[in-house]
């Protein structure tokens, strides 16, 4: 990291962690709710917090100055970590984060007393910010229950294959950003499950305004998040793609 300054180096591992993150909680078996909420810790919260870490205060240690790759890594351990505190009757152990730590960290091997450091560290420089009720997650759920109670389509959606597009929206810069917005890309990401996964009906279910009128949001500018994450799970334009963007009205 000496050549580089910290924002262009958090900037450069971002996309790398966000990868880890999502590999691992495949790996460890979480929840969905967990996963998410620690995606939301770590890449919503503590990342930005961290470019913006004045190195004069009080939170040093040894895991932070200089910040490695692998101190990276472990601080994205810790997300699962306070996520499972905060959703789950039997959280993560110490013990299980640093036996699957030695398998994945290939640099460096943290002891359980760094990961009880990490973890103050890590809500230090959040400043203890764990609230996960506005989290995407939580309003997709409440929608696709919403939208199965009310169109018999929903019976060709799942929250899984919801997921599935959520996830994908970590692979790039520009959409994992749409994260910082939680209800509004809930209700694009359902739109995206819809126009992908329904097939298509006469007469078609007027999914957008329904979002609408369940979100207050304008139907354009659901349309055009939708547009943007469909151009990236569909690629280059294809007839597939010309139908999904006719249920949009598109062109």
Aim: aromatic share 10%.
């Amino acid at each position: 990291m000496e050549s580089l300054g910290l924002g262009q180096f958090l900037r450069q591992q971002r996309r790398h962690l966000l990868a880890f993150i999502l590999h691992s909680s495949v790996e460890l078996n979480l929840s969905p709710v967990v996963k998410y909420t620690a995606l939301t810790f770590f890449a919503e919260r503590f990342l930005p917090s961290l470019e913006r870490y004045n190195p004069d205060s009080r939170v040093r240690h040894w895991l932070l100055e200089p910040l490695t790759e692998s101190n990276l890594q472990l601080f994205a351990l810790i997300s699962f970590w306070i996520a499972s505190k905060v959703h789950d009757t039997s959280p993560l152990s110490v013990k299980t984060l640093k036996n699957f730590s030695d398998k994945v960290i290939q640099d460096q091997h943290f002891t359980a007393r760094d990961f009880v450091d990490a973890e103050l560290i890590f809500m230090k420089v959040i400043r203890f910010d764990i609230g996960a009720m506005s989290i995407t997650i939580i309003f997709l759920e409440e929608l696709l229950t919403q939208f199965k109670q009310v169109a018999k389509a929903g019976d060709n959606m799942s929250l899984s294959s919801c997921l599935d597009i959520m996830d994908l929206l970590y692979e790039t810069e520009k959409l994992s950003k749409l994260y910082k917005y939680p209800p509004k890309l809930a209700a694009s990401v359902l739109v995206t499950s819809y126009v992908i996964g329904v097939p298509k009906q006469r007469p078609e279910f007027p999914i957008i305004p329904w979002v609408k009128l369940a979100t207050s949001y304008k139907e354009e500018d659901i349309a055009e998040i939708v547009r943007s994450i469909l151009e990236h799970v569909l690629g280059p334009t294809t007839e597939d793609r010309v139908v999904v963007l006719k249920k949009l009205g598109g062109e």
